[in-house]
């Protein structure tokens, strides 16, 4: 499934800052007790049957921490603790494709940068939390790549770890702490944050910020000036010196993405290397992404990501309880039995998704470097597998964002909804990629100064590699 591409996702943070200027008002508190106990019983229950992961944390830790949330659910003084209350029992998960979003609550108006007089955005970039922008009359006070080193009193990253965190789901630790950059300083407006910071020089200040109406309007760079920030058509094309094709392939969500490949067949066939630009690529359908990856394939048969889900049979969980654990050896019904009356979960016999591929289909014969980062999601994730076993494609970049899946959607109380991932996916041969990343070939990481010049390294590995290979 693919989720909103980085460029609306920034903008949206961004603007918020600017139309979040209420002062904080009265939060509503609309629903009653029995509504928020029953919200949680019912992901609570939801993530019982058809969570795919629920053995990574395992059935007791589950149900304890539904049991000591009742009372605090209860006890709750408004609609927004209650979803935060949630949202941290989902994050438990530590599963990207399982979460609760909240509903629009009256009251809540988060701000997430603009401090009166003073605007700091924030980006997380070679394992730091820098200031990539500010009031241009900042840029003194605030520099470009100054690293935030500590929030109310305790280092960046604690602060991270005991107040941001807690709260977000993904399955992978790096994903956790880039969402959690964006993060740093949201607050309410009127809330206040005590910061220092290290500034490329090296002096160390210490600033307080409190969340206000913005009282300038020129900051520096502008809006979308970033490489994650900037504006991308589903795909995009170019041809750089000594044959070689780029290509970015910025979603699977939409089929226009195939016709569009389609034209470019002939000048691919003439390239002598190609590069697939996956690293904004947050997902779709697997479908329109085997398509193009077909072509690329130079076996008779595409081999996608091994596939499982849970299986739920109520006779054997009841006859379960007459089962001991010796007499679960080499009797696969009584161990899933016994499973299943214990509360752990039980899989299907796992599927390997396969496609013919045609003998009209036109193949590609040059070599292939695919980019990935941590935004590299889902159907992205799943193209990637699906090239693992071909020799002549290559991957330079970053770990991928480490989560996919099938999730399975439903409405929570008072507007909000949440989904659960109900369907694994590893390699082939079983390895597991989720929660973990899939490593590319040659890793390469932005450096905060790459960032902040718009120094694409990625990339300009991916050049190298093919000028290095003659």
């Known amino acids: 499934m693919e989720r909103r591409n980085l460029l609306t996702r920034f903008i949206i943070i961004f603007l918020l800052s600017f139309t979040g200027n209420k002062s904080h008002a009265q ?21 019982n049957y058809n969570f795919v992961y629920l053995d990574k944390l395992g059935r007791p830790a589950w149900d304890s921490a539904y049991k000591a949330l009742i009372p605090q659910v209860e006890a709750t003084k408004n609609d927004y603790e209650y979803y935060r209350l949630l949202q941290k029992f989902c994050a438990l998960l530590k599963d990207g494709h399982t979460e609760i979003t909240m509903p629009p609550i009256e009251g809540v108006n988060y701000m997430y940068n603009t401090f009166g007089d003073h605007l700091l955005v924030l980006k997380r970039v070679d394992n730091k939390v820098i200031i990539k922008r500010t009031w241009k009359k900042d840029l003194n006070k605030y520099p470009l790549g100054s690293q935030i080193i500590a929030v109310n009193g305790l280092p960046t990253e604690q602060y991270i770890r005991d107040s941001i965190a807690p709260y977000i789901s993904s399955s992978t630790d790096y994903v956790r702490d880039d969402i959690a950059a ?4 949201r607050g309410f407006p009127g809330s206040t944050f005590t910061i220092k910071i290290k500034k490329p020089n090296g002096e160390q200040a210490t600033y307080s910020l409190t969340h206000a109406r913005v009282k300038d309007s020129i900051f520096t760079p502008e809006a979308g000036a ?9 795909l995009e094309h170019r041809s750089f010196d000594n044959g070689i094709a780029y290509i970015a392939l910025n979603s699977f969500g939409n089929p226009k993405i195939d016709t569009l490949f389609e034209n470019l067949l002939p000048e691919l066939e003439r390239a002598k290397g190609i590069i697939i630009d996956l690293r904004y690529n947050g997902g779709g359908d697997d479908g329109v992404a085997f398509r193009i990856l077909q072509h690329f394939i130079k076996d008779t048969i595409l081999v996608g990501s091994s596939f499982t889900v849970r299986t739920f049979n109520p006779y054997r969980q009841a006859a379960g309880k007459f089962v001991e654990v010796a007499d679960t050896a080499g009797h696969p019904d009584k161990r899933e039995a016994w499973r299943l009356f214990h509360g752990y979960a039980v899989y299907d016999e796992p599927g390997v998704v396969q496609s013919e591929i045609g003998k009209d289909i036109k193949r590609i014969a040059a070599p292939v470097v695919i980019l990935t980062g941590i935004y590299t999601e889902s159907a992205a994730e799943d193209f990637v597998i699906a090239a693992d076993n071909q020799k002549h494609i290559v991957k330079i970049g970053e ?8 999730p399975y959607s439903f409405d929570m109380p008072g507007g909000g909804a949440a989904r659960i991932c109900i369907k694994k996916d ?3 041969d079983g390895r597991e990629f989720v929660g973990y990343g899939i490593q590319p070939d040659i890793t390469v990481v932005p450096k905060v100064n790459d ?7 990625v990339l300009e590995a991916a050049l190298k590699y093919f000028r290095e290979k003659k």
Not at 226 to 234: C, F, G, M, P
Not at 399 to 406: A, I
Not at 451 to 457: A, E, G, S
Request: proline content about 4%; aromatic content about 12%.
């Open 451 to 457: 960032y902040l010049q718009n120094k694409d390294v």
């Open 399 to 406: 770990l991928t964002n480490g989560s996919t899946g099938m």
């Open 27 to 47: 939060i509503a508190n609309t629903l009653s007790p029995a509504d928020k106990v029953f919200g949680l019983s019912k992901f609570w229950q939801e993530v």
């Open 426 to 428: 590893a390699y082939p």
């Open 182 to 185: 964006g993060m740093l300083l």
């Open 226 to 234: 970033y490489l994650d920030e900037q504006k991308r058509e589903l």
